[in-house]
T-cell receptor, first 117, second 111 residues
């Protein structure tokens, strides 16, 4: 089945630095990738949707200059948290979809636990 | 508007059936999903149902959909300790090309 690899699984960074999270579709081409953020005991909040070769579409309230998304190829999307602060600490999960017509085409990565100290 | 609601906790004895309920508001939902999340892990798709179906069974899992009441349920037969996780109900809205998740139901298995 479709596999999405997300890396790193855990990262600790100092306040003010930037962190890059990678999301790769391993055995399919992902025309669309989604980035979610999950707060403790909360649901997943969609941050942005990215389509290969075009700018990401951000959800309301998500700072696009803070959370930079790049989807340069059909198998790789990256989320960069710029100038991270402790309030950015969270669990970030990516999801990739091969084709809009597939019902169960949303495959999730294993998530990245970001801790900003 | 888009909203998915589900209860936050459920405790079930090992061997019994677990029933997790979910309600959604958007009548234009195309697919409805159940995802499982184990501690510190990503989401695993358990099953999904197309909005014009009312039931789907897959081994120990049974999904029931009442489209009129916008109610979805997941029944896990013969609940095992390995079923302990958070279960997310989600709906996809084709026109918006995204999935809306509920807050998740934490399933706790009693010995």
């Amino acid at each position: 089945g479709a596999v999405v690899s997300q890396h790193p699984s855990r990262v600790i960074c100092k306040s003010g630095t930037s962190v890059k999270i990678e999301c790769r579709s391993l055995d399919f081409q992902a025309t669309t990738m989604f980035w979610y953020r999950q707060f403790p005991k909360q649901s997943l909040m969609l941050m942005a949707t990215s389509n290969e070769g075009s700018k990401a579409t951000y959800e309301q309230g998500v700072e696009k200059d803070k959370f930079l998304i790049n989807h340069a190829s059909l198998t790789l999307s990256t989320l960069t948290v710029t100038s991270a602060h402790p309030e950015d600490s969270s669990f970030y999960i990516c999801s990739a979809r091969a084709d809009r017509g597939l019902s169960a085409g949303y495959t999730f990565g294993s998530g990245t636990r970001l801790t900003v100290v | 508007g888009e909203d998915v609601e589900q209860s936050l906790f459920l405790s079930v004895r090992e061997g019994d059936s677990s029933v997790i309920n979910c309600t959604y508001t958007d009548s234009s939902s195309t697919y409805l999903y159940w995802y499982k999340q184990e501690p510190g892990a990503g989401l695993q798709l358990l099953t999904y149902i197309f909005s014009n179906m009312d039931m789907k069974q897959d081994q120990r899992l049974t999904v029931l959909l009442n489209k009129k009441d916008k109610h979805l349920s997941l029944r896990i037969a013969d609940t095992q300790t390995g079923d302990s996780a958070i279960y997310f109900c989600a709906e996809s809205i084709y026109r918006d090309d995204k999935i809306i998740f509920g807050k998740g139901t934490r399933l706790h298995i009693l010995p």
